[in-house]
Each structure stands twice: as structure tokens, then as C-alpha cells.
């Protein structure tokens, strides 16, 4: 049997809008959350051992060769193993269906004759649980460990075999085997059985047909952003709307270290460039869903609003760890929940507004609380831009004055302005106006270090950060000042690593931080391309863009993070806000390199 895949890309992705497993080049899935992604019902092997959580099916006999790909346009995987006596080809998808999710795999012969095993590790509570299986009268094999119920239909015959499930088969030439493993709530009903193939061909007009709403034509990358896009609506929780950082927990920011979170909440800071990607590529049902779920999550009270919710919502994310699982290349500790979404982070007040605002000027239709919960905001925000917090980052000790946290309280107030005059809404703009310039002239008193001529990290600390790449895209300083070239050339000559930008300054060792050392930040490598952009640089710009494009795995798939000196990715896979850089920095080379349009990237209009 092939031991788990030994690297973070090895794995692809496969959902049903509802959740999302992956699945190894060896025909192992060894992550999966059931019942949605902030659940901890199933699989944790990614995060360990077989022994936490495991679905292998693959050749007995040595396999010479092994390809795979996506369908085109669809979130069905196919992978192909070429053995000595013939040919199988393993497919893998989840058929958006419903309340119970289905992870079906269909074992196709091509050539030949090959000898196939199964073997399913079945574990429930992050990998804690063995639950207890029986076979039914009709073959079903059920498995039920407390809440937590999963069937198995398949024509193999399969039995027990130390706590797992095995089967040993041969498939043929014009075979075609399938195996459905089902989820759903324990006190329920045993759900009903699917047609596999019924199935594929469902999923299959499922992901073309939204694919095609696709208007967006970015000519050389079309194929990379339609993948991209894919990915993020594979990230999506189609009941809320709600998308999450990444499928995943505990992927390690540094394989070994501690600096290991859990991704699968939503992140307001996201928000803004979800909704360009999606509106700029003709997604407005996802956009409007997206802006729904927004609304909902951050009613209340401004000074409750957090950085994170769950995907439905939920605002107390506690964070706790699994001390059973040894975690991915011995990275312990494994997190389950977040601590993050407790802290202040005053960008997300920025990114909030940003987002209500390119909504309005893409024609996306607005729930009328908006406006209202908009100018609570910003009274809220008067009163609290001028304090500390934790920064873009999320940095666990002291806080600081981030200048990325001044600038997006700067951004609120201006798109709460520009929001009022381009709309006719009304609101308070003299007060806003003043507070708006009040915050600007504190960022270049404070923020800005005039004997390196560059913008710096926080006030007193005269480092650098990769965030302040966006500066000229949020509108906040003109792509062509002196003190925006400056930043721009220090962050090149300093965040630089093998060509990627680094999100930490390495000169420094950050108060509170657990390790400094990381790879590269991808969607700060993007969002330096996009300055380029502005700045007029296309060449430079592409060339950044195709170093990150040419780190994505075979069938392009991104992880937060990629460590250009071991050549891995790192961080946890896939990672939309990596997904949702490329999708814009890919739109923006592509409009500056066409003769009647103009860079989309900035978002201060």
C-alpha cells in the first residue's frame, strides 16, 4: 500500500459547495470535513497518520506512471495509473446534491488488467473516534459514531480488517467500478443510494453550466483564472454564501513549526477582493450571495464586529488542540478553531467599506440596512482608528500602530464619502472628510520614514511589511510619488526571496511571534505585480505574476504560502485569497496590455 503524499501539492481538490476533501496523487483522500468545513466530523490523516483518517484506492502492483487533470471546466479529478499489466483511471468528485454529502470514485479500466486495492480508514471527531460498522441487508456497510453516520455502497465485496474497511479487485478493460461513501447526521435515516454514473454526468453539467457564466476573457491566463475560480466557488458554502480561507487546519506555515491555523472561517479582509473577482468574471449571484452573508455576519454592534466568522456566521470560534495527531511533517501543535477572531484588527473596517462600495458601482443590488450599518461604522471608527491592534497579519502579542491598519481606517472613511456623493446617500462627509485627512496626515507624519524614503511597517518600527505593496491599489498614494517608488524599490531590495516577497521584514524578529521564519507570501508576490501595474511596469509585472504561476501545482492549484528554498508550498491548501490575487492580477495585466481599457487594479475610484 503507497505511503500518504509527502507533499502539500501532491494533493487536488474535490466539493459539493457544501464541503471539500483532497485527494493524493496516490488515490488517498486524507482530508475531509463533514459535515461542512468548520466541522471536525471525519478524515485527519492529512494532518497525521492512516491511522487518524485515510481512503486509499490505488494498484497493488508498482505503479510506472501516474498523470492526472481535471475535466475541463468541472471539479471532477481523473487520475491515471499506468502499471506493468495495464491501466486504470480513478475518478473523484462530489456531486452538488443536497443535506448528505457524497465523496463517489469510479474505478475505470483502460487497458489491460490491473489489480486494485481499497482501503478505508474510517474516523470521526478530527481523526478521535473508531466508529462502529455494520452491513446492511442491502450490502450498504454503515459506520456511526455518535453524531456522525457514513454509509459505503460499492458492487466490491469489502470486510473488516483491524478497525478499517479493505477490499482487494481486479478491474478490466471497459470496467467501471464505483464507490460512494455518504455523510449525514447519526439520528437521521440511512440516506438514500445514488447512481455513480447517474451522478458523474449530473456533476459534469453541474460545474460546465456555471463555468460558462464566465464573461471575462483574459486571453493567455483564461485557463489559469477559470481554475482559480473554480477553486473559489469549491470554497464556497452554498446554504450562506460564505467562503472560507482554505478546506483545511494545521498545514504549517514552516513544516515542523508551530505556526499552524485553522482556515476554515471566512475572513472579512478577504472581501473586497472576493467580490472583484467574482463581479469582474460575471459571478454576480455569488457576489450578491457573498455581500448577503457579509451583512449578516457583522449585524450588531460595530464595536463587536470581528475579523472572522464561521460559515454560517457563528462569531465564538474557540480555539483548542488535538494533541492525538502528530500534525503534517510532525508540525504540532493541530489547532481546531481560531483565537484570532478575537483580536482588534482595524483593517477590516476598511475592507468592509471598500466592499459595500465597489458593490454599489458594479450595480450589485444592496440589502437597504446596509447604508445604515455602514454609517454605524464609521461613527464606531471616529472614535477607535487612533488605537492599536494586531495588523494585517494577526501577530498573538502587543499591539501596535500598523500603518496597513491606518491606511484601511483611511479607506473606510473615503468610501463612506465616495459612497454618499456617487450615490446620493446621505451621511455625515464634513465629519468624515476631516477624520479621513486627519488619518492621512498621521500615516505620513508617523508611518512614513522620509530617511529611507519609504513607508514602514508601524509606527517606531522602521521595517517593512509585503501589505504595503497595495497602497497605490487602495488609492491611498499615487502609484508614481517619490515616496511610493521608494517603498516599492525597498520592498525589492528587502522582502525579497528567490523572487518572492516575504509578508515579514527578515531583519526583524517580531515581538510575540512564535517563529521567523516562513515562506514566501503568495498574494504578496501578486500584489506587488499589481503595483507594477500601476506603476507602468508590465514586464516586471508578468514576470512576478509567472513566478507564481509557475509554483501552482499540476492541475493549479495554490497553498497560502511557498517556500522557495525547499521548493514546496506551505500553509494551508488551497488558499483562496492566493486564487482570488491571481484571478485580479491575471485581469489586471491582461486590460493594461489591451489598447482600450485601463488597469483595473486600483480600487480608490
Not at 460546465?208 to 477553486?231: A, C, F, K, M
Not at 515616496?483 to 520592498?491: D, E, K
Not at 488551497?574 to 491571481?582: G, S
Amino acid at each position: 500500500m503507497a505511503d500518504l503524499p509527502s507533499r502539500i501539492e501532491d494533493y487536488a481538490l474535490i466539493g459539493d459547495c457544501l464541503t471539500a476533501a483532497l485527494v493524493g496523487r496516490n488515490g488517498s483522500i486524507d482530508w475531509l470535513c463533514w459535515p461542512c468545513f468548520d466541522s471536525d466530523a471525519c478524515f485527519a490523516a492529512l494532518l497525521g497518520t492512516s491511522d487518524h483518517g485515510r481512503w486509499l484506492l490505488a494498484p497493488r502492483d508498482p505503479v510506472q506512471e501516474t498523470k492526472r487533470r481535471y475535466r475541463d471546466s468541472t471539479l471532477i479529478l481523473e487520475t491515471t495509473f499506468r502499471t506493468a499489466t495495464g491501466t486504470v483511471t480513478l475518478i473523484d468528485f462530489m456531486p452538488p446534491r443536497g443535506r448528505a454529502s457524497d465523496v463517489v470514485r469510479i474505478v475505470r479500466g483502460d487497458a489491460g488488467t490491473v489489480r486494485m486495492r481499497m482501503h478505508l480508514v474510517l474516523r470521526f471527531s478530527s481523526g478521535s473516534n473508531v466508529p462502529w460498522v455494520r452491513r446492511l441487508e442491502d450490502g450498504t456497510m454503515l459506520a456511526i459514531a455518535g453524531p456522525d453516520m457514513t454509509t459505503l455502497r460499492t458492487p466490491v465485496q469489502a470486510h473488516g480488517e483491524d478497525l478499517t474497511t479493505v477490499a482487494d479487485f481486479e478491474v478490466a478493460e471497459g470496467d467501471s467500478i464505483p464507490f460512494v461513501l455518504t455523510y449525514d447526521a447519526s439520528h437521521h435515516d440511512v440516506p438514500p443510494a445514488i447512481d455513480a454514473q447517474e451522478a458523474l454526468t449530473a456533476t459534469e453539467e453541474f460545474w460546465r453550466e456555471w463555468s460558462s457564466h464566465n464573461t471575462n476573457n483574459t486571453g493567455p491566463y483564461r485557463d489559469l483564472v477559470q481554475r482559480s475560480l473554480i477553486t473559489l466557488k469549491a470554497l464556497t458554502y452554498m446554504p450562506t454564501g460564505g467562503i472560507v480561507a482554505a478546506p483545511t487546519t494545521s498545514l504549517p506555515e514552516r513544516i515542523g513549526g508551530a505556526r499552524n491555523w485553522d482556515y476554515r472561517y471566512c475572513w472579512i479582509r478577504d472581501a473586497t477582493f472576493t467580490l472583484l473577482a467574482l463581479i469582474n468574471n460575471g459571478y454576480t449571484g455569488e457576489a450578491r450571495a457573498w455581500h448577503a452573508w457579509l451583512l449578516r455576519s457583522v449585524a450588531g454592534s460595530p464595536r463587536d464586529m470581528q475579523i472572522m466568522y464561521s460559515i454560517t456566521g457563528q462569531r465564538r470560534l474557540l480555539e483548542w488542540e488535538a494533541g492525538w495527531l502528530p500534525g503534517y511533517g510532525r508540525s504540532r501543535p493541530v489547532r481546531i478553531g481560531n483565537a484570532a477572531h478575537a483580536q482588534l484588527q482595524l483593517d477590516v473596517f476598511g475592507e468592509l467599506m471598500d466592499t459595500f462600495h465597489q458593490a454599489r458601482k458594479a450595480n450589485v443590488k444592496l440589502d437597504e440596512a446596509t447604508w445604515a450599518l455602514e454609517c454605524a461604522l464609521l461613527a464606531h471608527l471616529a472614535e477607535a482608528w487612533d488605537r492599536p491592534d494586531a495588523g494585517v497579519w494577526e501577530a498573538r502579542g502587543m499591539g501596535e500602530h500598523y500603518v496597513f491598519s491606518k491606511v484601511m481606517c483611511w479607506v473606510a472613511f473615503d468610501r463612506g464619502i465616495k459612497s454618499a456623493r456617487q450615490f446620493g446617500l446621505k451621511g455625515h462627509v464634513e465629519k468624515w472628510s476631516a477624520v479621513r485627512e486627519k488619518i492621512r496626515a498621521d500615516i505620513l507624519a508617523r508611518g512614513f520614514d522620509a530617511r529611507n524614503n519609504t513607508f514602514i511597517e508601524a509606527y517606531g518600527r522602521p521595517y517593512l511589511d509585503g501589505s504595503l505593496a497595495l497602497l497605490p491599489t487602495l488609492g491611498f498614494i499615487e502609484p508614481h510619488d517619490s515616496r511610493m517608488q521608494g517603498t516599492i524599490a525597498a520592498i525589492e531590495r528587502h522582502l525579497m526571496r528567490e523572487g518572492f516577497v516575504l509578508r515579514h521584514d527578515p531583519r526583524q524578529k517580531r515581538a510575540g511571534e512564535l517563529e521567523p521564519l516562513e515562506g514566501a507570501f503568495l498574494a504578496c508576490t501578486l500584489w506587488l505585480a499589481d503595483a507594477h501595474v500601476l506603476m507602468g511596469n508590465l514586464p516586471r509585472a508578468r514576470e512576478l505574476f509567472d513566478r507564481v504561476v509557475a509554483v501552482a501545482n499540476d492541475v493549479g492549484l495554490l497553498a497560502e504560502q511557498y517556500d522557495p528554498l525547499s521548493r514546496r508550498q506551505t500553509g494551508n491548501f488551497p488558499q483562496a485569497l492566493t486564487h482570488i490575487a491571481l484571478i485580479n492580477t491575471a485581469a489586471n495585466i491582461h486590460n493594461a496590455l489591451q489598447p482600450a481599457k485601463q488597469p483595473t487594479v486600483q480600487r480608490s475610484q
